[in-house]
């Protein structure tokens, strides 16, 4: 099993300003992904992270909107780049164990 | 673009009833998983599913995967207001894919 934690666990923020959302995990993981969960939907990959590559991101998503640092093999952080409301959704990462995906529990992002 | 539709989208029901959601694709996946979130939490894994006409049991919970696995089924038996949460089915294939939800509300 994995555990996941996720800091912040909730903002609101002011749009055109960014915020990095910072993911850990209990172990080594190869890879980590980062979803959106817009209000009441279902949940959408924004980007593949390895450790040592530049991430890889779904179609919709840009590393300028979203840029993806992976230092090493138990953390990642994702940033929202100058932020709109339409941003506003909770930001899930995941990693996948043993052919098993676990998930923090979500950072909820407000922007006004 | 691969889709997973799920059914209904919203069920409301009372203590003890039974209930199915439905997960349909036209797309074939190498497994299908189901996740229950629950409000301030992430998606927790229920079952995985792997070979076509599959069935797992897991308590009141029974996940039928499809034969020509495109397709899957859970059916709640004697619901309980503990089950209320969000379902979601997701696709694997090289990465994986979320279906659209079934919101559940079970009521004492």
């Known amino acids: 099993s994995a555990v996941i934690s996720q800091k912040p666990s909730r903002d609101i923020c002011q749009r055109g300003t960014s915020l990095t959302i910072q993911c850990q995990v209990d172990?080594?993981?190869?890879?980590m992904f980062w979803y959106r969960q817009q209000p009441g939907q279902s949940l959408t990959l924004i980007a593949t992270a390895n450790q040592g590559s530049e991430a890889t991101y779904e179609s919709g998503f840009v590393i300028d909107k979203f840029p993806i640092s992976r230092p090493n093999l138990t953390f990642s952080t994702l940033t929202v780049s100058n932020m709109s409301p339409e941003d506003s959704s909770i930001y899930l990462c995941s990693v996948d164990t043993v052919g098993t995906q676990y998930f923090g529990p979500g950072t909820r992002l407000l922007v006004l | 673009t691969q889709l997973l539709e799920q059914s209904p989208q919203f069920l409301s029901i009372q203590e003890g009833e039974n209930l199915t959601v439905y997960c349909n694709s036209s797309s074939v996946f190498s497994s299908l998983q189901w996740y229950r979130q629950e409000p301030g939490e992430g998606p927790v894994l229920l079952v995985t599913?792997?070979?076509?006409?599959e069935v797992k049991k897991l308590k009141r919970l029974t996940f039928q995967f499809g034969d020509a696995r495109k397709d899957s089924s859970l059916h709640i038996t004697a619901a309980q207001p503990g089950d209320t949460g969000l379902y979601l089915c997701?696709?694997?294939?090289?990465?994986?894919?979320f279906g659209t939800g079934t919101r559940l509300q079970v009521f004492p």
């Open positions: 997701a696709g694997a294939t090289d990465k994986l894919i």
């Open positions: 172990s080594q993981v190869t890879m």
């Open positions: 599913v792997v070979t076509g006409g």
